[in-house]
């Protein structure tokens, strides 16, 4: 879909590998003056219906595999893991926000929530056709919605997808729906000590150079106290945590709540359910959530 509203094809996308273009690309909507200009200048969320970009197809590599399972916590296997595609799939997120078309500029909005469903395990060495799509905005009580779908396929087989939401804070509905809700865990003893260079490690196997993630003084430039773990990580190493419990077929939600400080630690919460296994990271010092989920058996 177009910005406008009128159906098209999903437009090709081929990712490029320059993390400064492209943040320079997510930065400048929020620049005074400069965010106003022709071709930098976001469109009205009014207005905007949605857009779809798709890559070409492209090959899961043992490699960078690997550097993610060593990162994130899992296993070096032939298979993929879990939230792996996300990584194939977070390049057509930028793609969108930062086309001017796209209402929210990408600094400063939020991660609010993610699904990923598991439809049979990747292997490595398989190529996937990448597409992501997003729709209208949706009202929220802290401001507006977007919600980018991806999916990931094996020629005309659908492998794996996702449902990423995020905010962009504003005036908003105190009726809309605030989000998910999730079973309580109790936390077991795990407690993970992390250092102040995960969000860059994590960055170079990602691509998301979110400066939020990167140092103290970039950090604290956009308002945090010194830099924080990406939200995908925290959901990547609560599933490799559970990883050995979970079926092929399996979907997992999670919402993120309280941004996770770096340095600093963390300790894992999991209880057993009927169909699947609810997991937290927690404070363990505070008992404040920082993300909580769930596994379901499909």
Known sequence: MSGTGAPQSPRLVTPGSGAVPTLLKAALPSIPVVGSLPGVRKGPASSFSGLTFTRPPVTVERAH????????????????????????????????????????????????????????????????????SVGAPRPHPKGTVYEFVAEARVGEELVWESTSTYLRRGRGDADAPSGSSFPDTSPNGTVWRLPGDLGRRYAAVSGDHNPIHLYPWTAKALGFPRQIAHGMWSL???VAAIENRLPDAVRVDA??????????????????????????????RSGAPHVVGRSTAL
């Open 255 to 284: 919402a993120f709540k309280k941004p996770i400080l770096l340095p600093g630690s963390v300790e894992l919460g999991t209880r057993v359910l009927d169909d699947g296994i609810a997991f937290a990271l927690t404070n363990p």
């Open 65 to 132: 595999v690997e550097a993610y399972a060593e990162v994130c916590g899992f296993p070096s296997k032939d298979t993929a893991p879990l939230t792996y595609p996300h990584m194939l799939a977070f390049p057509l997120h930028m793609a969108i926000m930062t086309e001017p078309s796209f209402p929210a500029p990408a600094i400063g909005t939020v991660h609010l929530e993610n699904a990923v469903t598991g439809h049979r395990p990747v292997a490595v060495g398989e190529s996937l056709t990448v597409t992501t």
């Open 236 to 238: 990547a190493r609560c």
